[in-house]
Structure formats: C-alpha cells, structure tokens
C-alpha cells in the first residue's frame, strides 16, 4: 500500500472519530452530555388543603389571596373639654364640657364602646354604632369642684362588622384640666385687682418667680401670662370689662 493511501485512510478514520465524538455530546444518553439539556421529568405537586380564602402557588406555601387581606377600620377621634383638646384652665366650680366625637372612613360598620374617667372617677358614657362615612358625638357635663390639676380621659374599644380578621382598636385621649379659685387671682389671695396686675407685669420681665396660682393669672388662656392678661384684669377692675374669660 502506498503512502497516499495511507494517508487517505488515516485522514477518514480521524473524521470518523470526530462525528462520532461530537454526537455523543449531544445525546442525552452520552458520557458528556451537558447538565440540564433534555426533557425534565414532571414532579407531582400535591394539592394543599387551605380555606376557600387562600390560594397554592406551584408547591410552595399557599398565599393569602386579595380577599383575605384585612385592613384596620379609618377611625378619627377627637376628645376635648370646652372646645380644648390638650388643656385648659377654669376656675372652681366652673362646669366643664367633655365631647367625644367619632368619624368613620372605613367603608363598613364601626361599633364603638367607650367611657370617660374624669379624675379618676368613672362617668357613664355608652354604645355606638357608625355607619360607613357618618359621624358620632355625644357631651358630658362635670364641674370643677376642686383646685388643682384634674384629668379627663376617654377611652375606647371598637369593631368592624364582617370583618373576623380585623383586630379590636383600643385607644385613648386625655384632656389635662387646670383648676384655679378665682382667674386672675395671681397672688392666690382670693382677690383679682391691681396688684395681680403688677405681679403679672413683673412675671412678664422676669423679675418675679411664678406663683402657686400662676394658671389663674392667663385669663384670656392664650397659653401665657404676659402684658395683655394684666391690661384685661385692670379693665376688669375698673369696671370696662363685666367678667374676665373664660
């Protein structure tokens, strides 16, 4: 055999190496095929037992569906004493409002049970139901009896009705209320004249401390005793003004 054919033979057998190489690569069922290639094998995904109100996702854990989503009920609270609903200072025996309002902006029915404390003493309050997008409110009226710092606070538990996912609102509003004996009466004597006018004036610029019955000399109650306070006790005094606010 000559060399060329030699070389002939060599050259086919290597092809055929080759073709036969680059087919078992490709075959699933070959040495070197690639992970992942051919047909995967369907797992079994069983099908999980959860309420009507949940749904399964492939074989993971079952997923809340839009309708099981619960939302806290829109509840607006407003809770004030004479018109105030952080403080105010009234004079001894002076009768004092307590209003307790609700607002529903929830689309479904709140019911509310509520009572107000006022210093501690429990006073009678009720039950109320507000329907989707109204308004609830009732008053209170108590008197300041007693000199000193008194307390009205309202608290209250409320439901949304077909709604047994939504958890129970508990909240709570305080109104501190300042009692003095006599507004105006800067120097606790039991007297409103000049000299609170001056000791008012003196607090203003700082020479003076305040005194125990501080509170009384902010009558216009605009949260400080200046200037103005002293002008409106003078009028008082002299007869221009018939009573000192509140």
Same mark, same amino acid.
């Given at each position: 055999m000559s060399k060329?054919?030699?070389?002939?033979?060599?050259?086919? =057998?290597v092809a055929a190496l080759s073709f036969?190489?680059? @087919?078992?690569? =490709?075959?699933? *069922? *070959?040495?070197?095929?690639?992970a992942g290639t051919g047909t995967?094998?369907?797992?079994?995904c069983p099908t999980p037992k959860?309420? &009507?109100?949940? %749904? *399964?996702?492939? /074989? *993971?854990?079952?997923?809340?569906?839009?309708?099981s989503v619960r939302l806290p009920p829109m509840l607006t609270i407003d809770f004030t004493a004479n018109g105030e609903h952080d403080e105010i200072t009234v004079n001894r025996g002076q009768l004092v409002t307590l209003t307790l309002t609700y607002h529903n902006d929830d689309h479904r029915g709140i019911t509310i049970d509520d009572t107000i404390e006022w210093s501690g003493s429990g006073l009678g309050w009720g039950h109320c139901y507000i329907s989707p997008g $109204?308004? /609830?409110s009732g008053s209170i009226i108590v008197s300041? &009896?007693?000199v000193g710092t008194m307390t009205a606070t309202a608290r209250i538990? @409320? $439901?949304?009705?077909? /709604?047994?996912l939504c958890p129970m609102l508990s909240l709570e509003r305080t109104v501190t209320i300042y009692v003095v004996a006599l507004m105006g009466d800067f120097n606790c004597n039991g007297s409103v004249n000049s000299i609170d006018a001056t000791l008012i004036l003196q607090l203003a610029a700082g020479l003076i401390h305040p005194f125990d019955c501080a509170r009384a000399g902010d009558v216009n109650q605009d949260g400080s005793t200046d200037?103005? &306070?002293?002008? =409106?006790? =003078?009028? %008082?005094e002299a007869g221009l003004l018939p009573s000192l606010p509140p």
């Open positions: 060329r054919s030699i070389l002939i033979i060599a050259t086919a =057998l036969v190489s680059m @087919a078992g690569a =490709l075959t699933p *069922g *070959g040495r070197s095929a690639t995967p094998t369907a797992t079994p959860v309420p &009507d109100t949940y %749904h *399964g996702s492939g /074989c *993971g854990t079952p997923t809340p569906s839009p309708t $109204s308004s /609830c300041a &009896d007693n538990t @409320a $439901s949304v009705e077909t /709604c047994g200037a103005i &306070d002293s002008v =409106l006790i =003078l009028q %008082h």
